[in-house]
């Protein structure tokens, strides 16, 4: 029906910056919040950034201020700034979407398959 594919992952130095991506596509109606998760080798999933539909947004305090998170409603894309990155970001960053569903009145709840991103010297 719909799907998120994220891109933008890889291996970055410490200190170092990364853009990630989140596009949705599919029989959309539209999108209301969109979010960034990460999971860690052993850790259980956290939530890093949220954004709602009108623009407000949240972020994990462990990324408060190194992490920005936004959207572009057009091209039902979200995407995350990551800056000043440390080795403990390193993990697996999926991107999770609220959605309806054109043609009903389906709301879902969308994952991406995931990036990896790798900071480290």
């Known amino acids: 029906q719909v799907q998120l594919v994220e891109s933008g992952g890889g291996l970055v130095q410490p200190g170092g910056s990364l853009r990630l991506s989140c596009a949705a596509s599919g029989s959309i109606f539209s999108v209301n919040a969109m979010h960034w998760y990460r999971q860690a080798p052993g850790k259980e999933r956290e939530l890093v950034a949220a954004?709602?539909?009108?623009?407000?947004?949240n972020y994990a305090e462990s990324v408060k201020g190194r992490f920005t998170i936004s959207r572009d409603n057009a091209k039902n894309t979200a995407y995350l700034q990551m800056n000043s990155l440390k080795p403990e970001d390193t993990a697996v960053y999926y991107c999770?979407?609220?959605?309806?569903?054109?043609?009903?009145?389906?709301?879902?709840?969308?994952w991406g398959q995931g990036t990896l991103v790798t900071v480290s010297s």
């Open positions: 954004i709602a539909n009108g623009g407000n947004t």
């Open positions: 999770n979407a609220d959605l309806w569903i054109a043609g009903g009145m389906r709301y879902l709840e969308v």
